[in-house]
C-alpha cells in the first residue's frame, strides 16, 4: 500500500515532465506493425522524451489494437531497458462503455503479466476519456486487480489520465478529497494530461475556422489540479508540426501557468519541448515594441535594438521616444524610466545560479534580503542609454526563483542519456553549480 503523505507534496520519483510522446503501437499494412514503436524505443538524449506513450488508442486502428498489445509487450521486452524515459502505455478506457473499460482492463492484464517480460520496464499507464471521480476510482480498482493478480506491489503502478470531458475537469477539483483514503490507491496518480480535441466534441464549442478554441482555462484548471494533488501537469497536442514558434508561444504561455509539459507528436517536437523550460546559455534582453517582444542584439557590450516599431532621437530638451504611433518627449532623466518600463531581461542558467548563490551567502550572513541590480547600455537608432534597475531577493523570492533550477536538478538526475547535450549548452562549472546550488 502506498505510505500516507501530504497530498500536495509529489510522491514520484519526477518531479518534472517536460515532453509526452505517443506512437502508434501497429501500424496496418506494415510487414512490421511494430516498426513505429522499435524506432520510437531507440530515441536517445534530446529526442527521447521524459515519458514516452506507446498509444493503443486514438493512434492505432481498432482492428490493429490486439497486435498493437502483443506489440507493446515485444518492444518493451526486448528494448525497454535502454529507454532512458518512463514508458506509460495508453489503452482504451470510456466513462460511458463498460466493454471499452473491460477491454482496457484486459490489455493491461496481458501487458503486466510477469510471464511476458515487459512489466520490469514499464511504469504504468496512461488512461483516456475519463469521466468523473468515481470512473477514475473505477479505473484506479482495476489498477489494483492487476497488482494484486500478478504479484505486484499495490500502487506500484503509476497512473496518468487525459481530460478530455467537462466531467473529468471537474473531477481534478475532487481528487484532493479522494486521495489517501483506505478504499483506494489515488496516489498512484501521476500526471494529468490535456485532451482538447476530445474536450471541444464534449463541450459542443464552434469556432468559425473549426480549430481549437485556446482553452486556456482548461490549461490553468489542470495546472491548479496538479498543484494541489501533488501531479504534474501536461498540455494537449499541438497539431501543427512546423509551426516551430507557436509550439514555443504555447510553451512560454503555459509555463507561466506552471504547466511545464506539453504532448510531442514528434522527435522534432520532443527536441523543442525537452529544451523550452531549460534556462537559456546566455541571458538576454527583451524589448516591448508596440505589443511584441523582441530579443535586442548583444555587440560588444552594448543591447541593440534594429527595428521599425520603437525609435529614439534628440530634441532640444531631451529625447523624442516613439513606439508604435505612440510619441512622447522626455529628459534625459525621464529616459531611463521610460525604456525600463519596455525592458526585461530572461536570465542564463548562470544568471540564476549567481543570483541564488549571492543569496545564499547573505542568508548565511545574516541578512534577510539583498537588492540584486541589473544593468544594460541599450542603443535604440544610435542613441546609447544606460539603463539599471534593482530587484528586492527575499526568502520567497529564492524560493520561487528556484523552480528553473530544480527542473534542470531534476532532468540531470534523470536523464543521463542528455549529459552530453546539456554540457554542449552550459559550461561544465555551470552544471556542477547548478547541482549544488540550492541544496
Known amino acids: 500500500m502506498i505510505e500516507m503523505t501530504a497530498i500536495d507534496k509529489r510522491t514520484h520519483e519526477r518531479k518534472f515532465v517536460r515532453t509526452f510522446f505517443t506512437t502508434p503501437t501497429a501500424v496496418e499494412g506494415e510487414d512490421d506493425s511494430a516498426k513505429m514503436l522499435e524506432s520510437a524505443a531507440g530515441l536517445r538524449g534530446m529526442q ?47 466513462r460511458d462503455s463498460p466493454s471499452t473499460r473491460y ?23 496512461v488512461i483516456p476519456e475519463v469521466g468523473d471521480i468515481d470512473d477514475w476510482k473505477k479505473a484506479d480498482e482495476f489498477f489494483t486487480i492487476i497488482e494484486n493478480e500478478h504479484g ?25 478529497d479522494e486521495m489517501g483514503k483506505p478504499t483506494n490507491n489515488l496516489q498512484r496518480m501521476f500526471l494529468l494530461v490535456d485532451g482538447e480535441v476530445d474536450y471541444t466534441k464534449d463541450m459542443r464549442a464552434i469556432t468559425p475556422t473549426g480549430g481549437l478554441p485556446e482553452w486556456s ?51 522534432g517536437q520532443v527536441v523543442e519541448a525537452n529544451k523550452s523550460p531549460l534556462p537559456p546559455q546566455e541571458g538576454y534582453w527583451l524589448l516591448d515594441a508596440d505589443g511584441r517582444a523582441v530579443e535586442l542584439e ?42 525600463l518600463d519596455l525592458l526585461d531581461y530572461v536570465p542564463s542558467l548562470d544568471d540564476i545560479v549567481d543570483s541564488m548563490e549571492e543569496f545564499e551567502a547573505a542568508k548565511e550572513a545574516g541578512r534577510g534580503a539583498i537588492a540584486m541590480t541589473q544593468s544594460a547600455t541599450v542603443e535604440i537608432d544610435g542613441v546609447e542609454v544606460d539603463v539599471s534597475r534593482d530587484r528586492m ?34 559550461d561544465e562549472d555551470v552544471v556542477e553549480r547548478a547541482m549544488d546550488v540550492g541544496n
Open 48 to 94: 527521447a522524451p521524459d515519458v514516452w506513450v506507446p498509444d493503443n488508442e486514438d493512434a492505432t486502428a481498432p482492428n490493429m489494437r490486439d497486435e498493437g498489445a502483443q506489440n507493446i509487450i515485444d518492444v518493451l521486452s526486448e528494448h525497454g531497458a535502454d529507454f532512458p524515459g518512463e514508458i506509460h502505455p495508453r489503452v482504451v478506457w470510456h
Open 217 to 267: 482555462e482548461l490549461r490553468h484548471n489542470t495546472s491548479r489540479g496538479a498543484s494541489a494533488n501533488g501531479l504534474i501537469a501536461i498540455d494537449g497536442p499541438y497539431d501543427d508540426i512546423r509551426d516551430v514558434e507557436g509550439y514555443h508561444e504555447r510553451m512560454t504561455d503555459n509555463q507561466a501557468k506552471g504547466m511545464l509539459g506539453i504532448w510531442s507528436l514528434t522527435p
Open 103 to 125: 477491454q482496457g482492463f484486459q490489455r493491461m492484464l496481458e501487458i503486466t503479466d510477469p510471464d511476458n517480460g515487459a512489466i520490469e520496464h514499464l511504469d504504468g499507464f
Open 152 to 176: 505486484l506491489e499495490e500502487g506500484s503502478l503509476k497512473m496518468s489520465v487525459i481530460i478530455e470531458s467537462g466531467a473529468a475537469e471537474i473531477a481534478m477539483g475532487k481528487l484532493r
Open 298 to 339: 548583444h555587440d560588444d557590450g552594448v543591447e541593440v535594438y534594429d527595428g521599425d516599431r520603437v525609435s529614439l532621437e534628440g530634441a532640444a530638451d531631451g529625447y523624442v521616444l516613439s513606439v508604435g504611433n505612440d510619441e512622447i518627449e522626455v529628459g534625459e532623466g525621464e529616459l531611463e524610466d521610460e525604456l
Open 393 to 426: 531577493w527575499d526568502e520567497a523570492t529564492y524560493q520561487a526563483l528556484q523552480t528553473p533550477i530544480t527542473l534542470f536538478q531534476d532532468v540531470y538526475e534523470n536523464r543521463p542519456d542528455q549529459h552530453e547535450d546539456l554540457a554542449e549548452l552550459y
